[in-house]
């Protein structure tokens, strides 16, 4: 069944169902039982369109990784660097081009590891049609970041740290920042906030789900929390991960992938000199 409006009742994210058929006991979000493929009669079963949920531990596994993992790695990274600069072998640029292709780089094999069971589900959707539904999400994120960043400009605001760091990186090499920053960058996030954070969050509450995406991957772009001029790009990413969202629930990893793929891409190609 199909949910059609909005819930405003909270639930136990871990609610687990028995199939009428065999008697098993599985995730009350699934539409069919794993076991016996019986198709639940659970009110919540298959509440979205192409959202694959995952084990509700594992949603939260992938969220924490990407979240915080990736500053883990990110540090321990940095220290072992920061030798080759001081030695004279790396500049500050270069360091920073090496470190965030080795952060993304090693956050994308263990979160593959740790979605690998799941990940044929998650892939089906880039083989439909509805994929294609990633292109009008990235034109409706680029539409809203033009127009926000119009506003902001008048309100006094410069290009924050996020995008000044993938600039400078573009600018250096961009083979491999296509790579890490545009293909692998995005479906590292993409597992961490939509099929970690999003699935896990949305097991309570439709809405919360949506607001606690788009609030926290706006947040995680944001470098200096006491910086007025970071807080002006909030909005962008905050729609971003709204719409990133939308199109996970409704069409799947794929659209959702390729909309995220494409912003980051353009962002690559247009400020690479």
Sequence with gaps: MSETKI??????????????????????LQPTCPKCKEKSDHPRANPLNEVTFANPIIE????????????????IARNIIKNRVNSGLLDANE???????????ILFVILMGIASIYIPKLFKSFAKSTTLWGF?????????????GNISSILGATINENQEAINEISNMNLPLSILFLAILGPMCEELTYRVGLFNFAR????VVGYITASIIFALIHIHDFGSLNEWLSFPSYAFAGLAFAYA???????????AHFLVNFLAVLINAR
């Excluded at 939260?60 to 540090?75: C, Y």
């Excluded at 034109?139 to 127009?147: C, E, G, K, S």
Aim: net charge neutral; with cysteine; aromatic share 20%.
């Design 7 to 28: 819930d405003t009742y909270f639930h136990n994210p871990f609610e687990k169902t028995t199939c009428k058929n065999c008697g098993h006991h599985f995730d009350s």
């Design 60 to 75: 939260i596994i992938l969220f924490l990784m990407g979240w915080q993992g990736i500053r883990i790695f990110a540090e």
């Design 95 to 105: 360091a920073n081009m090496v470190l965030n292709y080795t952060v993304y780089g």
């Design 136 to 148: 009008l999400v990235c034109i409706a994120v680029l539409t809203f970041d033009i127009v926000w």
């Design 203 to 206: 097991r309570f509450n439709r």
């Design 248 to 258: 996970y629930e409704k069409w799947g990893l794929g659209a959702s992938y390729l």
